[in-house]
């Protein structure tokens, strides 16, 4: 029985692993690119300073907040 375990256990890792790797490829895709100097979401400027942490930012702060936000609502349980 153990022999299975150990089957699963490599199984799970070897999953894990290739997740991992799946998403670090889809990161560097979504990063890589120059940025922009105006959001591509409202149109506005996108600070310098915010340039010049994320050199690839497309959106603004407050629109790429939203965005993050949006792709992942904060579930809150029914109390």
Request: glycine fraction near 4%; include cysteine.
């Amino acid at each position: 029985m153990e022999k299975y375990a150990d089957l699963l256990d490599l199984a799970q890792a070897h999953t894990e692993r290739e997740i991992q790797l799946r998403i670090a490829a889809i990161q560097h895709h979504a990063n890589s690119g120059p940025g922009s100097d105006f959001c591509i979401t409202c149109g506005e400027p996108i600070q310098e300073s915010r340039r010049r942490h994320v050199p690839n930012a497309k959106r603004c702060a407050i629109c790429q907040e939203a965005e993050e936000r949006s792709r992942n609502p904060v579930r809150r349980s029914a109390a």
